[in-house]
């Protein structure tokens, strides 16, 4: 008997630092997603295309769900929303390691009962293996969900295992994209996400919090480099200040590194220049943050 081909969207979700986006890049076997140590690294919405021959899934990696403090946050929420709308199914990333989970919150708990969902136990490789009953036992009695997965997605031990489940959930349809496509966002977008995450990377406390990155110019030239500038927005001069560091020494070595970055993804040459740039209290700024792409 012939296995149906299935297509579909299979949202993301779950608490700051779950590893959503280690999952979705282990997953597509490439680096589409920020990963950080630190939470609340994801603030947009990134969609990846994993191709079988059985299967085109179309991953929607999301934030992770906050308690909306700015602006920025309740923007980040209606990401959310707008992926559980697409899903056909959900994969609920659960840091099994950690002592808070999302029925702690309540929320976006409402929304699951409408799709089938996968519950990932996510981190399996650093928790006692004695907690995995009694977790599993509390996410069926909540949700009864259509799987429960104990996963490492660092590790990719049992992806193997998540992938053929998502096989099941999938509706029967031919490829929404073509087979060779991993994502349909443009360059420019992980671009940015890229020197973001070099943010975080070589910035601590609120520095990374408190900026964001604006692609202003993306030229694609021929026998030259091509040319990238990109202007790294924090909330106060103070932050700028730190950015830039004494003589410009810090952002040239952030600067140096997203470049590198950027040429490993791009897979050809860049001319990366950094800019930084003040504007005051952009996370409550409704405009601000419709210039910056969370419309």
């Not at 630092?17 to 890049?25: F, Q, V, Y």
């Not at 939470?39 to 021959?53: F, H, V």
């Not at 096989?167 to 977008?189: A, N």
């Not at 964001?212 to 200040?241: C, H, L, M, P, W």
């Amino acid at each position: 008997m012939t296995t149906p081909f299935k297509c579909g969207y299979a949202a993301i979700i779950g608490l700051p630092n779950a590893g959503k986006s280690t999952l979705m890049n282990n997953l597509l076997d490439i680096h589409l997603g920020i990963v950080s140590a630190r939470p609340q690294t994801t603030r947009r919405n990134a969609l990846g295309i994993m191709n079988r021959e059985d299967m085109q899934c179309i991953f929607l990696d999301t934030p992770g769900i906050v308690k909306p403090k700015y602006e920025l946050h309740d923007r980040m929420n209606k990401q959310i929303e707008a992926a559980l709308k697409d899903a056909d199914v959900v994969v609920l990333m659960v840091d099994a390691h950690s002592r808070e989970h999302p029925v702690d919150l309540g929320w976006p708990l409402q929304f699951l009962k409408k799709h089938p969902v996968i519950v990932v136990l996510n981190k399996i490789d650093l928790m006692d293996k004695r907690r995995l009953l009694p977790l599993t036992d509390l996410y069926e009695k909540e949700l009864a969900p259509a799987a429960i997965i104990p996963v490492s997605a660092e590790k990719r031990d049992g992806l193997e295992v998540l992938t053929n489940e998502l096989h099941k959930w999938l509706p029967e349809g031919p490829p929404l994209y073509p087979p060779d496509s991993l994502t349909d966002q443009p360059e420019r977008f992980f671009v940015g996400e890229i020197i973001r995450e070099q943010i975080f990377h070589s910035y601590h406390d609120e520095i990374p919090y408190s900026a964001d990155v604006v692609i202003d110019t993306f030229k694609e030239r021929e026998n030259v480099k091509d040319y990238i500038r990109a202007i790294i927005f924090v909330e106060r001069e103070s932050q700028k200040g730190i950015l830039i560091g004494k003589g410009g020494v810090k952002l040239k070595k952030t600067g140096q590194r997203a470049r590198q970055a950027v040429e490993y993804f791009l897979q050809r040459p860049v001319y990366l220049e950094l800019k930084v740039k003040v504007q005051h209290n952009w996370r409550k700024d409704k405009n601000a943050l419709n210039r910056f792409g969370y419309g």
